[in-house]
Nanobody
Framework: QVQLLESGGGLVQAGDSLRLSCQVS????????MGWFRQAPEKEREFVAG????????RYAEAVKGRFAISRDNAKNTVYLQMNSLKPEDTAVYYC?????????????WGRGTQVTVSS
């Protein structure tokens, strides 16, 4: 099984930056697609950003384009989400997720989440 552990969340002011980390258990993920999701209270969980582990191909939700950047460090088995110019509407629990193939919608593994709170 794959285990995911998020870290890096916190309380910041609008305009500040945070970098979230997702450490993946030791297992080859060369064919995996990694994603960041977020969920605010009483709202649906939404896709934020994704990256193909091998090629580094990325995709972003429209709401975060130009502000967030997803990346991975293969040597550290870690995926990052750099969040710049944070807005109050970015406040949510952020989850790291992974799936074995891009040819399906559902993700196979999920972390427990890390809280990001942005004050105005």
């Amino acid at each position: 099984q794959v285990q995911l552990l998020e870290s890096g969340g916190g309380l910041v002011q609008a305009g500040d930056s945070l970098r979230l980390s997702c450490q993946v258990s030791e297992r080859t993920l060369s064919s995996y697609y990694m994603g960041w999701f977020r969920q605010a209270p009483e709202k649906e969980r939404e896709f934020v950003a994704g990256i193909l582990w091998t090629a580094g191909t990325t995709r972003y939700a429209e709401a975060v384009k130009g502000r967030f950047a997803i990346s991975r460090d293969n040597a550290k088995n870690t995926v990052y989400l750099q969040m710049n110019s944070l807005k109050p509407e970015d406040t949510a629990v952020y989850y790291c997720a992974a799936k074995a193939t891009i040819f399906k919608d559902e993700y196979d593994y999920w972390g427990r989440g890390t809280q990001v709170t942005v004050s105005s």
